[in-house]
């Protein structure tokens, strides 16, 4: 069975955001790792080439498919941030709701 493209890498994570040419979403992307880091107690780690990630957890399928990924997480791309994890801490839904997450943009 093939393996998740999604792996902690060496790479640099403020270099990663430095290089976000969109002003705000790059700003943004710095404000989110010191409030991750502070939040979660971790450090960022860049996983795959887009996603900036903080802690990791072990996940495993039914079908017998599993891997690693970040605990929480997020991605400066172009047409929006997209933030990963959320949906597994205690009182997560009404948080989300005050974000203004749809049920249907929640993974």
């Known amino acids: 069975m093939a393996g998740s493209e999604t792996e902690p890498m060496n ?6 955001l430095a290089a976000i040419e969109h002003d705000t979403r790059r700003a943004d992307g710095f404000a989110l ?7 979660t ?6 996983w ?3 996603i900036v990630g903080f802690g990791t957890y ?20 172009k047409a929006s941030l997209s933030l990963y ?7 997560s839904e009404a948080l989300l709701d005050r974000l203004g997450y749809a049920e249907a943009e929640v993974c």
Do not use: I, K
């Open 33 to 39: 790792v010191e409030m991750m880091t502070e939040e």
């Open 58 to 77: 072990h996940y495993r399928y039914d079908s017998g498919r599993e891997g690693d990924m970040p605990r929480v997480g997020f991605s400066p791309r």
């Open 85 to 91: 994890g959320l949906t597994s801490a205690p009182g």
């Open 48 to 50: 795959g080439s887009s």
């Open 41 to 46: 107690g971790e450090t960022a780690v860049m």
């Open 11 to 16: 790479a640099d994570v403020d270099a990663f």
